[in-house]
Each structure stands twice: as structure tokens, then as C-alpha cells.
């Protein structure tokens, strides 16, 4: 059985939907830990209510980037975490944790990649004007939104919706994407070293 991090600065909803779609589906995971980076992350509540263990990591608390990713390494490693699922993570990796995860840091991000990258993927490409945006799942590297593409769903603008519309939209879609791409990995075996 795979064992999984979720790291989540927000709401949390896709956390709560890989957690529900594993136990629902009885995908072959189990999501061990929950990392968040925000002492007010909804997330947190989630992880109460889920009976998942959390660690908040403040970074303002390490030195640098490297040493707060160290200490989450530690307890990774404690925990036997086999992969790691960013679910609103608002910050980027260094080699500290992409290294010994390589290939096993996965990414949702609410816009059609390489376009609308950033924290504001769906506001960004619902100002631009596009009819059609949508959801990418993604190996994460260094870079902002840049790894390798593994999934994607368009997700059509009417002209006449508001951001909310496609906000809730996106929300649907890529909790149910999230969640078939984390089955499609764990059928591969991609998680195992
Ligand atoms: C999601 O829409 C996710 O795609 C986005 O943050 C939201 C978190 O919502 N991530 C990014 O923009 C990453 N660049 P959640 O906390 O309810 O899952």
C-alpha cells in the first residue's frame, strides 16, 4: 500500500477528495500526513475531521526554503511517505525534497498548463478572456508549474459566467481528475522506489 503527504496551504478540498476517492474507491493508498505552511489553512480542520495527522511547517521559523524543507523531509521519513500530492501548496520545492522524491511530487493546477501558471490560474485566465481553460495534473520540478504534463481536462467559459461560475467549475473538475490521476499512478506503480 502506497504511503502519501499531502501538502496543502488552503481549504483543502482536494485534500478531502483524494482522502474520500481512496477510501471510496479503496485505491491501494493511504494519505499518512497532511503538511501545511499555514497556521489558518483550512486544511487543517480537514485533517482534524479525517483523523489524518498534520504538521504545520512555518517557514519563518527556519532559516531558508532549505531548511524548512528538511525538517519536512524528517518527517516524511519518519512516516515512510512513498509519495507526496501538493493540493494548493503555494510555495515552490528546492533539490532538498525534489531530489530524494524525484518523480514522486505530483501537482493539480487549476488552469490548461503552460498557460495561466501561478497562484491565480483561474482568475488570471477567466481576466484574459479564454473560452476554453481547465485543469492540468503535473510532476512538479524546480520551476513555477513547469514539470511534466501527465493529465488535463478543458473546462469551457460562457460568455456570460462569472468568476465564481468557473471557479466552482474548475473546483469539480479537479477534484475528480485529481483523484482518477492518483488511481491511474497508483495502478503504474509509479510511487514505489
Ligand atoms: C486549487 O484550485 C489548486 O489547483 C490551486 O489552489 C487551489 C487549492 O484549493 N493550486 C494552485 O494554484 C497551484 N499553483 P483547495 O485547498 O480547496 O484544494
Same mark, same amino acid.
Given at each position: ?5 499531502? #501538502? +496543502?496551504?488552503? $481549504? ?5 477528495? &483524494?482522502? /474520500?476517492?481512496? *477510501?471510496? %474507491? ?35 521559523? #527556519? +532559516?531558508?526554503? $532549505? ?5 519536512? &523531509?524528517? /518527517?516524511?521519513? *519518519?512516516? %515512510? ?113
Amino acid at each position: 500500500i502506497t504511503r502519501l503527504a499531502v #501538502f +496543502a496551504s488552503g $481549504q483543502g478540498s482536494n485534500f478531502v477528495a &483524494l482522502a /474520500q476517492a481512496i *477510501q471510496a %474507491q479503496q485505491l491501494p493508498a493511504t494519505i499518512v500526513r497532511l503538511i501545511v505552511d499555514k497556521k489558518n489553512a483550512g486544511a487543517i480542520e480537514k485533517a482534524k475531521q479525517l483523523g489524518i495527522p498534520y504538521t504545520l511547517v512555518d517557514y519563518r521559523h #527556519f +532559516a531558508d526554503r $532549505q531548511a524548512a524543507e528538511l525538517a519536512i &523531509l524528517d /518527517q516524511l521519513n *519518519q512516516d %515512510q511517505v512513498d509519495g507526496i500530492l501538493l493540493a494548493g501548496y503555494m510555495r515552490l520545492l528546492t533539490e532538498t525534497l525534489l531530489t530524494p522524491y524525484a518523480g514522486r511530487i505530483i501537482n493539480i493546477h487549476p488552469a490548461l498548463l503552460p498557460s495561466f501558471p501561478g497562484t491565480h490560474g483561474i482568475q488570471d485566465a477567466f481576466d484574459y478572456g479564454v473560452r476554453v481553460t481547465g485543469v492540468t495534473v503535473h510532476y512538479v520540478d524546480a520551476g513555477m508549474d513547469t514539470g511534466k504534463i501527465i493529465a488535463q481536462q478543458p473546462v469551457v467559459i460562457a460568455v456570460d459566467d462569472q468568476l465564481i461560475d468557473v471557479e466552482a467549475r474548475i473546483h469539480a473538475v479537479e477534484h475528480q481528475l485529481y483523484t482518477a490521476t492518483l488511481a491511474m499512478l497508483l495502478e503504474r506503480g509509479e510511487f514505489i522506489k
